[in-house]
């Protein structure tokens, strides 16, 4: 799942309307962005295997950032570091249950291989990518959903063309996703997980009003 993580975050804007959507990303995308670290260092193991369909990945060991038990403590500092960051309860527990919701999303897609523990222990994964082509509709009437939810709220309507840009360049990346060819190599994997942190910058600009917007609103829309 990749834009599907990105929908539940656009959708929780008017939940936590004081975050800006770059945390909200950040959240959502937060075991995603972790991940390609531990590959690097070793850590966790992916193996490509172009045989398989919808994404040519066999995870075989990630548990530090796609573990049920992992998540739920990732999320719980995540929330952590907002509420201590910006005194704002009802976003951090927005943000703390965005990044659990990935988790949650990720065991729609992904093959049997999303572990509970650090344990060695069944793994679980209702394997939409078996269907590409469902996962990708399901995926892209998802974030349909999330953009319009997002477009609704005061930031959507006062930042103008930016989240329009920001939606184009998520689509235009899944889309490659699924038609492109499989990636030559996990350093690849990586580094392009790596990249993921310009979609964070990227949607901390897009969720900013454009200039003169704010007096028309009145509230202040700047958050972090
Ligand atoms: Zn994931």
Known sequence: MFIGHFAVAFAAKPLAPRRSLGTLFLAAQFIDL????????????VVIDPSLSGAPLDFVHYPYSHSLVAVVIWGALVALACLAVTRDRTGALVVGALVISHWVLDLIVHRPDLPLGFWAGPRFGFGLWNWPLAELVLE?????AGFAIYLRTASGRNAGIKPWVLAALLVIIQIANTFGPPPPSVDAIAWVGQAQWLLVAAAYWADRPRRGADAAVGTPLHAR
């Not at 892209?140 to 349909?144: E, P, S």
């Open 34 to 45: 972790l991940w390609p670290t531990l590959l690097l260092l070793g850590i966790e193991r």
């Open 140 to 144: 892209l009437g998802m974030f349909a």
